[in-house]
């Protein structure tokens, strides 16, 4: 279980190996992804508040990265956080989500993005529930929701 002691060493100290490796050229990315998905995933963009049904569902599943298809996270691992985006405590594997200091709009943030392609995600939080206290606070927008 990865817990804040082992973001921040990640984020300070470097990502664990992923997998595999995903590039694409702007142009590339730009022909796979909506306009909106593009600002999101490739220019870390963050999409409205609410803006997503995917905040509400809870049913069994997983979820990929909308970019590459890797799979980041299980619906087990989802919860109702309030926020308007989707939360989840953990990722499927330690080494699918990458972890790196933001610090823009005067913040001092973690964001974290997908370890194979470098989508844009969202951000992570030492504030969630037990057993882990993390909140991954994630942009819907950057992610499909896989059928079990």
């Not at 600002?39 to 995917?54: A, Y």
């Not at 069994?60 to 919860?79: M, Q, R, V, W």
């Amino acid at each position: 279980m990865i817990k804040w002691a082992d973001v921040i060493h990640f984020t300070n100290k470097g990502n664990p190996t992923p997998d595999k490796r995903v590039e694409k050229t702007e142009e590339e990315w730009k022909q796979l992804l909506t306009p909106e998905e593009f600002q999101v995933t490739r220019l870390k963009g963050t999409e409205r508040s609410f803006s997503s049904e995917m905040c509400s569902l809870f049913e069994p599943g997983i979820y990929e990265c909308k970019c590459c298809g890797t799979l980041l996270f299980d619906a087990s691992e989802k919860f109702e956080s309030g926020t308007g985006w989707p939360s989840f405590t953990q990722p499927v594997k330690e080494n699918a989500v990458g972890y790196h200091a933001d610090r823009s709009h005067g913040m001092i943030r973690v964001e974290v993005t997908c370890n194979v392609c470098d989508s844009h995600l969202g951000h992570i939080f030492p504030d969630g529930p037990p057993p882990s206290g993390l909140r991954y606070c994630i942009n819907a927008l950057s992610l499909n929701k896989v059928k079990e």
